[in-house]
C-alpha cells in the first residue's frame, strides 16, 4: 500500500528552530532525530512557518540544511496572516507568556492556526 493509498491521514507537526537544533544537541537529539526520521520517511508531515525560516536563517549551517530539506517535505510555509497577529494579541492582552516570548506565541498561533 502506497502512503497516499493509506485510509489514516498523516498528522502535521508544527516544527519550530528548536527542534532542529535539537538534533545537534546532545540533550535533545534523540527526540529531534527521531522526529526528523518520522518526518523522512513520510509518517508524520513538517509544518514550517515564516518565523521559523526567519530564525532558521540566523541559525549554523547545519540547522539551515536541516530547515531546507523540511521545506522540501512540508511544500509549504504557513505566513504571518492577520489572524495570526490578532491571536498573539490575545496572548500578550491575557499575559500567556512574558513580552520577551513574542517570537514563541507567534509559534503557538502559528501552530494553533494552521
Known amino acids: 500500500m502506497n502512503q497516499t493509498d493509506d485510509p489514516v491521514q498523516r498528522l502535521r507537526i508544527y516544527i519550530d528552530t528548536s527542534v532542529l537544533g535539537g538534533c545537534f544537541d546532545t540533550e535533545f537529539s534523540t527526540w529531534s532525530i527521531g522526529l526528523i526520521r518520522d518526518f523522512r520517511a513520510g509518517r508524520l508531515i513538517p509544518v514550517l512557518s515564516d518565523v521559523t525560516a526567519a530564525e ?19 511544500g ?39
Open 76 to 114: 509549504s510555509v504557513l505566513p504571518i496572516t492577520p489572524t495570526v497577529l490578532d491571536l498573539v494579541a490575545a496572548y500578550k492582552a491575557r499575559k500567556i507568556l512574558a513580552p520577551k516570548y513574542e517570537a514563541d506565541m507567534r509559534h503557538i498561533a502559528l501552530a494553533t492556526l494552521g
Open 56 to 74: 532558521a536563517a540566523d541559525a549554523p549551517e547545519a540547522v539551515r540544511e536541516l530547515h531546507q530539506q523540511m521545506l522540501a517535505l512540508a
